[in-house]
């Protein structure tokens, strides 16, 4: 049974930068597209990005394109969200997320998921 683990979160000042973690245990990330997600105080759940298993696809959602940049390294089965030019808007608990299919994650729609871990941007 794959289970995820984010790590990375934390508090950070506008403009500044943070890089988020995705590893796994149980199994391999190797054959799973990944995602990032997040969730604001009385919002939805917000699909930030996803990379397909081989790392060759990627998106994005508009609010983050530019600022953040997802990656998979197979070396050590671990996939980052480095996030740039952070907001107070970023502000949110940011969940990992898997599924065999890119296109699931990309729907908002992946079978396994992390606990996720709180970033939070203020001065």
């Known amino acids: 049974q794959l289970q995820l683990v984010e790590s990375g979160g934390g508090l950070v000042q506008p403009g500044g930068s943070l890089r988020l973690s995705c590893a796994a245990s149980?199994?391999?990330?190797?054959?799973?597209?990944i995602g990032w997600f997040r969730q604001a105080p009385g919002k939805e759940r917000e699909r930030i990005s996803c990379?397909?298993?081989?790392?060759?696809?990627?998106n994005y959602a508009d609010s983050v394109k530019g600022r953040f940049t997802i990656s998979k390294d197979h070396a050590k089965d671990t996939v980052y969200l480095q996030m740039n030019s952070l907001k107070a808007e970023d502000t949110a608990v940011y969940y990992c997320a898997a599924d065999h299919v890119f296109d699931l994650c990309v729907l908002g729609r992946p079978d396994y998921w992390g606990q996720g871990t709180q970033v939070t941007v203020s001065s």
């Open positions: 149980g199994s391999t990330l190797e054959y799973y597209a």
């Open positions: 990379i397909s298993s081989n790392g060759g696809r990627t």
